[in-house]
């Protein structure tokens, strides 16, 4: 008995050491691979402090041989805290001249930030003083390419304080009716919608009527102030919405504004925010690079380029549109003319062979065009998505061109448009020695992308916020457990790191050339929460390369 044990023994340990060997990284020699030179300086007053809107483009910046000058963190507010509005207008007056271009926020500027501008912070006096301030930066700055944003707020309630929030529910309702109304005239619907009217105390109807007649009124005059100052680039984004409401009613009126001024080639409206100070980066590089790139654009089923995703007002296929038109880039019918594939898979309870679609998805990725992936999930489940059966299949994700899964729809397909579209350009125009540091940057991006839209936000965000409600903290107030639960989140995600390094990750070259093959050698991430929340982290991942010489 004893001998067959440590027979089963024996023969359990070399099968360890055989999966061990089998799955043992290269042996690599240690390469240091230096930044892509910066050609240019741009200065920029983000939405907010919030990663996707200031290091994600710094971060993209890099990649595209720009410098991103960003302001101090503390001047740019936290969560309810509105940023301090005018140092931030002194300290861009302070940078613009040693820039090449600017991008704005007008809402950081009259609102302190996108929460504010859902209140509003902001009165007709700090809106007007912000279309004289673009009239006088303009004159000032004749010769700077000047890029502005502004954002349609969304209906959302429960940022508010009571008794607002009694009637989210009613006033949700009450919005998408009008909006219904105005579209279509229905009978019926009127009906209703007078019954949410006499419910709804008039204060409270009165406030967000407000709120939208403001905005929009505030937009056409932001168009009007953009034309006259001729503003290089304005986009006129919508928070995140419903198939109807208020905010689209701002967004038909703003694109009338383009169309009947034949303004939609420079002036843009589109859904989404986080991501728009990426996209206008990404549009700016391809003006100055006169580069307007390919885009194939592939679903992972017929379905998902006409379905409504949550948080949407607009269906998959319309935003895709939307984002490639930003960027200045337009779809082809051929995969083998695209300078980059575009595959976006959004996942529901419905969802079917994912196994499938898997393995059609690594044989793009192996092939000869740059490939950008968009993995979303309506229920925000990992099991609706497709990353972790390209995981199962050994494809080898570190030479994807782009990966977004992080929020919504807009959110997701701006990021990735913006970094393909960016790294795909840079390809064609760098010299080759410049290639692999190319290279590395885009994976860094894409790792950072990995750990935050996949490992944090679809497998661990829910454990997290079930786990709070257990001990009796509060997900959207942690307050001084702040540190304790970063501490937390960067423990949980040190697991899943080594998972995918050692299964994946380091096992596949992101880069060749004639001599060498180039991989990810180490991974350290580093996890902070940028607001006293667990919504989203700010989480960056520090890479080491090697290479592997290749047989003569």
């Known amino acids: ?164 929030s009694w009637w989210q529910w009613h006033l949700m309702r009450w919005a998408a009716l009008q909006d219904i109304q105005d579209t279509f005239g229905d009978p019926l619907s009127f009906k209703e919608l007078q019954r949410f009217v006499d419910e709804i105390p008039p204060e409270i109807i009165d406030k967000y009527s407000a709120l939208y007649r403001n905005n929009g009124d505030f937009n056409h005059r932001l168009l009007d102030a953009a034309v006259k100052n001729n503003i290089d680039m304005l986009i006129i984004g919508q928070d995140d919405g419903q198939p109807f409401g208020l905010p689209n009613l701002n967004r038909n009126r703003a694109l009338f504004y383009l169309e009947h001024n034949n303004l939609v080639n420079k002036y843009h409206t589109t859904r989404g925010a986080d991501e728009l100070g990426c996209l206008i980066l990404a549009a700016d590089r391809n003006r100055n690079w006169q580069y307007s790139p390919k885009v194939f654009v592939e679903y992972s089923s017929p379905r998902v380029a006409d379905i409504t995703m949550p948080f949407m007002s607009c269906s998959v296929g319309e935003t895709v549109n939307e984002k490639i038109a930003i960027v200045g880039g337009k779809s082809v019918n051929d995969p083998s003319q695209a300078d ?9 309870d419905a969802t079917t062979n994912l196994d499938a679609k898997a393995a059609y998805l690594k044989k793009l990725i192996m092939g000869a065009t740059p490939v950008a992936l968009v993995d979303l999930s309506a229920n925000y489940d990992v099991k609706e998505t497709i990353f972790p059966h390209l995981i199962n299949n050994n494809t080898p994700l570190v030479r994807l061109a782009a990966f977004a899964g992080w929020n919504t729809v807009s959110n997701s397909v701006g990021t990735a448009v913006a970094q393909a579209s960016i790294f795909t350009g840079q390809k064609q125009r760098l010299p080759e020695r410049d290639l692999p540091s190319l290279y590395a940057l885009n994976l860094q991006f894409n790792l950072d992308r990995f750990f935050d839209d996949w490992v944090y936000q679809k497998i661990m965000h829910h454990k997290l916020s079930k786990l709070l409600e257990i001990r009796e903290m509060d997900p959207y107030s942690l307050d001084y457990d702040t540190l304790k639960v970063s501490k937390f989140i960067k423990n949980e995600i040190q697991v899943y790191k080594n998972t995918l390094f050692y299964d994946n990750l380091c096992r596949y070259p992101f880069y060749s050339d004639d001599a060498n093959d180039y991989y990810l050698s180490s991974i350290d991430i580093d996890v902070t929460l940028p607001w006293e929340r667990i919504f989203e982290v700010n989480l960056s991942t520090k890479a080491t390369f090697g290479t592997r010489a290749k047989p003569n």
């Open 340 to 348: 980059f594939i575009l595959y976006v898979h959004c996942g529901n």
């Open 1 to 164: 008995m004893i001998k067959k044990l440590c027979l089963c023994l024996i023969a359990f340990s070399l099968l360890a050491i055989s999966i061990i060997y089998e799955n043992r990284p290269p042996k690599l020699e240690k390469v240091d691979l230096p930044p892509l030179s910066s050609e240019q300086k741009i200065v920029v007053l983000p939405l907010d402090g919030r990663p996707p809107c200031t290091k994600f483009v710094s971060d993209l910046g890099l990649l595209s041989s720009v410098k991103i000058i960003l302001p101090p963190n503390d001047l740019l507010g936290n969560y309810t805290e509105p940023a301090q509005r005018s140092l931030l207008v002194n300290w861009f007056n302070n940078n613009i001249g040693n820039a090449d271009s600017g991008i704005i926020s007008s809402d950081l500027l009259i609102h302190g930030g996108l929460v504010g501008s859902r209140i509003p912070v902001g009165t007709l006096n700090d809106e007007n003083a912000f279309l004289s301030y673009l009239e006088t930066l303009h004159k000032n700055n004749p010769a700077k390419a000047l890029y502005i944003y502004s954002i349609i707020p969304r209906l959302l309630i429960a940022d508010q304080l009571l008794p607002d």
